[in-house]
């Protein structure tokens, strides 16, 4: 960790999280168009963004602590478990904002997506890479 204003690995997290957006909407708009419903196609982008942000953060982000073999599969259930408040959290205010105020995937998704970027980063460098 630099002795920066910012550490540098919070800056990598949010590079990585920012791919892990093109992921989400990638894989959101590829479910909807299979007429899934949208609480469905959130809950899905969200599991497949978060699987991939997991494996590029043990990869990028905390390389001098990287989880490897049994520690990753260990690692990867750890994160799900401390993860599933903001999942939940996410898919529920996309799901709400979609639903019943703008009716507008994008925008929805990124109120969802906005929910659950700081409590990811708070938990994935005090219990995941610890």
């Known amino acids: 960790m630099t002795k920066g204003i910012v550490p540098a690995n919070l800056i990598s997290f949010l590079f990585v999280g920012g791919s892990g957006v093109f992921v989400h909407f990638a894989v959101l ?9 949208f609480a469905t196609a959130q809950t899905i982008a969200t599991l497949v963004a978060a699987t991939s942000n997991f494996l590029l953060n043990n990869l990028l982000t905390f390389q001098d602590r990287r989880l490897r073999v049994t520690r990753l599969i260990s690692g990867y ?3 799900l478990a401390v993860s599933a408040v903001g999942i939940v959290a996410k898919v ?3 799901t709400l904002a979609y639903e019943n105020l703008i009716h ?3 925008i929805a998704t ?4 906005a929910i659950n970027t700081v409590w990811k ?4 460098n005090r ?4």
């Open 29 to 37: 708009y590829s479910v909807l168009a299979m007429s899934t419903s």
């Open 77 to 79: 259930l750890k994160f």
């Open 92 to 94: 529920s205010a996309a």
């Open 104 to 106: 507008v995937v994008f």
């Open 110 to 113: 990124l109120a969802g997506i």
């Open 121 to 124: 980063f708070v938990i994935a």
């Open 127 to 130: 219990f995941i890479w610890k």
